[in-house]
């Protein structure tokens, strides 16, 4: 399994950042993908990523130690599950992210270059997406 993790410290109280993570359709658009698309617990997901229009189909799943999981239901990968987690600090609190994912499916590149292509896309992605919790919790 392949591994990325993004964390970043908000200015926020947990609840704050908690009630902006749970909204789906809102957190999921913050992370600049090309359309999402949120209907109860399944969210589907389109980008390009280089050459390559990917399409995902995640839904959210129960994790007690996190805000928010979703695991892959169709897409590119064999296996991919995210996780992002809070915690609260003395000067407000710190997200974390975690995404894994197992085996890309994409024709021509090897999947080496996969792996990297794909934790440069999902780097940038998160922070994308906590860059837009920040300007969120300071307006």
Sequence with gaps: ????????????????????????????????????RADGDTVRIQNRVGLFDVELIVDVVEDEDAVLAYEQQEGIFEDMYTEYHLE??????????????????LPIVGQVLDATVVKRQRSSELNTQFDWLESQLES
């Design 1 to 36: 399994m392949q591994e990325v993790t993004v964390t970043r410290e908000l200015s926020a109280d947990p609840d704050e950042v908690r009630a902006l993570v749970q909204d789906t359709q809102a957190f999921m658009d913050g992370a600049g993908f090309d359309a999402v």
């Design 88 to 105: 609260a600090t003395d000067d407000g609190t710190t997200i974390g992210a975690t995404t894994t994912f197992e085996a890309v499916d």
